[in-house]
T-cell receptor, first 106, second 117 residues
Framework: KNEVEQSPQNLTAQEGEFITINCSYSVGISALHWLQQHPGGGIVSLFM???GKKKHGRLIATINIQEKHSSLHITASHPRDSAVYICAANNNDMRFGAGTRLTVKP | GAGVSQSPSNKVTEKGKDVELRCDPI?????LYWYRQRLGQGLEFLIY????????KSGLPSDRFSAERTGESVSTLTIQRTQQEDSAVYLCASSPPGLAGGAGTQYFGPGTRLLVL
């Protein structure tokens, strides 16, 4: 079993839909990261969480430390949100989920 | 302001040769990470530098891989006697000091695409 599990692997949505991507981890962490990898390969850090909830624009990330679970939500999804979203557990090193490939259709 | 830069952007080498990849972090960032991403696969952690502490080398896949960092500036990742399976994009990220002495949000460089023939 992988130390960081993401679901779903692939997700197709219509523009405007609310999207949730889930991440479960089995290792101890100092922080949980959500990353976005664009089709061209560039990686952007979306959130770094150690507790609670963070919001940035249409993106919301939550974490439940006791349950070792985090979610990334996208409200009012748009085709430009199409990317691979990666969850990573950070405790000095980084353990990555396999990523969720999101496609938002107009 | 400049972001994280990496050089070269692309490198083609012959099997058995050594390669050196360079990462220039954002000024003031105390933490620096190296990652690898093989074609069609996920990210793999290689090594983590934090300030003057001993680096976390737990992700280096073999003793052919080594990395150095001079203080809180440039880092080089060296792969000796390259093999075809080393072909990948090598990504560097840096982060400022975070809360409680840990690392903060990571800023990624554009990567070096390595192809070993």
């Amino acid at each position: 079993k992988n130390e960081v599990e993401q679901s779903p692997q692939n997700l197709t949505a219509q523009e405007g839909e609310f999207i949730t991507i889930n991440c479960s981890y089995s290792v101890g962490i100092s922080a949980l990261h959500w990353l976005q990898q664009h089709p061209g390969g560039g990686i952007v850090s979306l959130f770094m969480l150690s507790s609670g909830k963070k919001k940035h624009g249409r993106l919301i990330a939550t974490i439940n430390i006791q349950e070792k679970h985090s979610s990334l939500h996208i409200t009012a999804s748009h085709p430009r949100d199409s990317a691979v979203y990666i969850c990573a557990a950070n405790n000095n090193d980084m353990r990555f989920g396999a990523g969720t490939r999101l496609t938002v259709k107009p | 302001g400049a972001g994280v830069s990496q050089s070269p952007s692309n490198k083609v080498t012959e099997k058995g040769k050594d390669v050196e990849l360079r990462c220039d972090p954002i000024s003031g960032h105390t933490a620096l990470y190296w990652y690898r991403q093989r074609l069609g696969q996920g990210l793999e952690f290689l090594i983590y530098f934090q300030g003057n502490s001993a680096p976390d080398k737990s992700g280096l896949p073999s003793d052919r891989f080594s990395a150095e960092r001079t203080g809180e500036s440039v880092s080089t990742l060296t792969i000796q006697r390259t093999q075809q399976e080393d072909s990948a994009v090598y990504l560097c990220a840096s982060s400022p000091p975070g809360l409680a002495g840990g690392a903060g949000t990571q800023y990624f460089g554009p990567g070096t695409r390595l192809l070993v023939l």
